[in-house]
């Protein structure tokens, strides 16, 4: 028995196909510890991104091949005089760099702060991961060593 779903095929009394795809965020995890099977584990959902955005933040302008503009390049902050970067312009920085590199974040707040007598940056990112809903932040530390 043949099911028809289309008006010429005369059918229309049965119900309508109604299908949704379920998009699951996957990442490796970096820390690369391995399951007993020998396998890596793996990061999924907000862990995923978060680490995603996390990495995204801490990678160097022109560290990834091809890509020039890629990262949030905080490291810089830390070597660069306190004339150079104020709150608003490293703000303004990492929330284009998320936007532009991780399509699975929204951006919701950045809050940072510059602390150029004791080479250190402190970054908050708090962000909605767009298929779940979900808000997440991702805090960094960063520490110039001498």
């Known amino acids: 028995m043949a099911r028809a779903f289309a008006v010429e095929?005369?059918?229309l009394n049965t119900k309508s196909i109604i299908t949704s795809r379920t998009v699951v965020n996957s990442d490796i995890d970096l820390t690369?510890?391995?399951?007993?099977?020998?396998?890596v584990f793996k990061k999924t959902d907000a862990?995923?991104?978060?680490?995603?955005v996390k990495n995204l933040?801490?990678?160097?302008?022109?560290?990834?091949?091809?890509?020039?503009?890629?990262?949030g390049n905080l490291?810089?902050?830390l070597f660069?005089?306190?004339t150079d970067f104020d709150d608003e312009l490293s703000e303004e920085i990492i929330t284009e760099a998320v936007e532009k590199y991780e399509p699975r974040a929204k951006v919701l707040e950045v809050k940072s702060s510059l602390?150029?007598?004791?080479?250190?940056?402190?970054?908050?990112?708090?962000f909605q991961i767009r298929n779940t809903e979900q808000i997440e932040t991702v805090e960094l530390q960063l520490t110039r060593l001498r």
Not at 32 to 39: C, E, L, N
């Open 80 to 82: 660069n005089l306190d």
């Open 115 to 126: 602390l150029g007598d004791y080479n250190s940056a402190s970054v908050s990112v708090t």
């Open 47 to 52: 862990a995923a991104v978060k680490q995603a």
């Open 9 to 11: 095929d005369g059918n």
């Open 75 to 77: 490291n810089s902050l």
């Open 32 to 39: 690369f510890a391995k399951k007993t099977s020998g396998d």
């Open 57 to 71: 933040l801490l990678t160097s302008y022109g560290e990834k091949p091809f890509f020039a503009d890629f990262g």
